[in-house]
């Protein structure tokens, strides 16, 4: 079960726009995520779901990011 829910909803496109670390993060992965024409459709928990990630892991690297930096969504 996920104990992330609201950071495995947060869409990759806002991520990358909004944390500035979030790009060497999803390299990091070894993702396509940086510079993907999808990133506005997936969420982190697509991220996890399509590299078959270890979610617990990603979503806590993901969260310390958030922390670091606070998330704003690109539609405000």
Do not use: H
Not at 8 to 13: A, I, L, P, Q, R
Not at 28 to 46: P, S
Request: charged residues 30%; hydrophobic residues 35%; contains cysteine.
């Amino acid at each position: 079960m996920n104990d992330f829910p609201e950071i495995s909803e947060t869409n990759v496109e806002d991520f990358l726009k909004s944390t500035p670390k979030s790009v060497r993060f999803f390299l990091n992965w070894k993702t396509a995520c940086v510079g993907c024409g999808f990133a506005r459709f997936c969420t982190l928990g697509d991220v996890v779901k399509t590299y078959q990630l270890d979610e617990e892991k990603f979503l806590e690297e993901a969260k310390e990011l958030v922390v670091q930096q606070p998330l704003t969504r690109s539609s405000e």
